[in-house]
């Protein structure tokens, strides 16, 4: 298993120069009118992302204040980010036990609440030590990643959410498996599992599977490296391209990560990361950009105040058909919760984590790896 981070503030050490970007790669013939949607969708986030990465003057034209929702009150111990060293350093020693306590407690807070738009991480370290700063400010987000995480034991504790209505959930799991031996075709059928409890739990919420992230291969430093490095960043593409047929099948959404972490040799990219499997703070800003453009242009957005409508403000695209089917040509019909499938070319191009690589800054999709 994977050790995380000391602390979420931890995973914002060491950048390098970006690699050079790929050419790009000629959309196939013949791909479903769906599809190419969702290639178009995934390819503006990609867009978004490459426009903050590589000039990063660009971050003023997409301002993201404080989240909506800072750490919700709940019994000690607290999960919110903590400036103590010894306190974090305490916080590393949890056991899975006292994860599981702390989350659940968390979750119940939660449900009490009912805030608006409350959005759900769900996975590993990967989206644990997710900066609260940078998570986007238009939601409510309650965090419920553990380390070490894998599909089976997230599986397990779906029902911390019974009592929640979480608008959206996010979701990546399944590094940390593969790292462990467990076969894929096991990850697959968890994942599946998972999605299909969750749409019977919460049938009106907005579910997004996402890519796992590639390792850094033999320049990681991470304590259990050998490990890593026994899983290919093949393996976790193909894992990959399973998951985004998972979505389309189970009609919930895929969200691409894999080219915007991926450099040219299907490496996780050094600027991104802290080790070769966590994120540095660069990286989560690569992140949160990506959930920004995809939550814009993908999922429900809240009712426009009528004051702003008179004033011409409003969105030309309303709640009801901003979260339309992926897998039709019109979504006239298609309600603001309603879950519905967003595959990318991950189920077309070549199985290769090198053609997963971002070749040009506006027409690749995304997806990822990344357990802890």
Known sequence: MIQPAQTRSAQTQ??????????????????????????????????????VVWKPQLLTLLPIPQPNAAPIASPEPSVAPIDDPAEAGNRQ??????????????????????????????GDSLSLWFPTELLPSDRTWLNQGISGENSAGLLKRLNFLDETKPQTIFL???????????PADQVVANLRQTVQNLKEKHPNTEIVLQALL?????????????????????????????????????????????PLFADSDGLLRQDLSTDGLHLNREGYNVWRTALTVFSQTKLAQPPIAPA??????????????????????TNSEAGPDANKATTTEASTEASTPEAAAPETAGTQSSSGAAGQ
């Open 214 to 258: 590639p390792h850094g291969g033999e320049r990681a430093t991470v304590s259990d490296r050998e490990a890593v490095l026994k899983v290919s960043n093949e393996q976790i593409f193909k894992l990959n391209q399973q998951i985004a047929t998972i979505a389309q099948e189970e009609q919930v959404f895929f969200l691409n990560l894999y």
């Open 14 to 51: 060491s950048t390098q120069p970006a690699p050079a970007i790929r050419n790009e790669v000629q959309p196939r013939k013949g791909v479903p009118i769906w599809a190419a949607l969702s290639i178009a969708v995934n390819g503006l986030v990609l867009l978004a992302v490459s426009l």
């Open 308 to 329: 702003a409508q008179e004033s011409g403000a409003a969105s030309s695209e309303t709640p009801a058909n901003a979260n339309g089917d992926a897998n039709s040509e």
């Open 93 to 122: 020693q949890l056991s899975y036990e006292q994860w599981l306590e702390i989350l659940q407690k968390e979750a119940s807070a939660v449900a009490k609440k009912a805030p608006d738009r409350l959005t759900v991480l769900l």
């Open 172 to 182: 990546m799991v399944g590094v940390n498996d593969l790292i462990k031996g467990v």
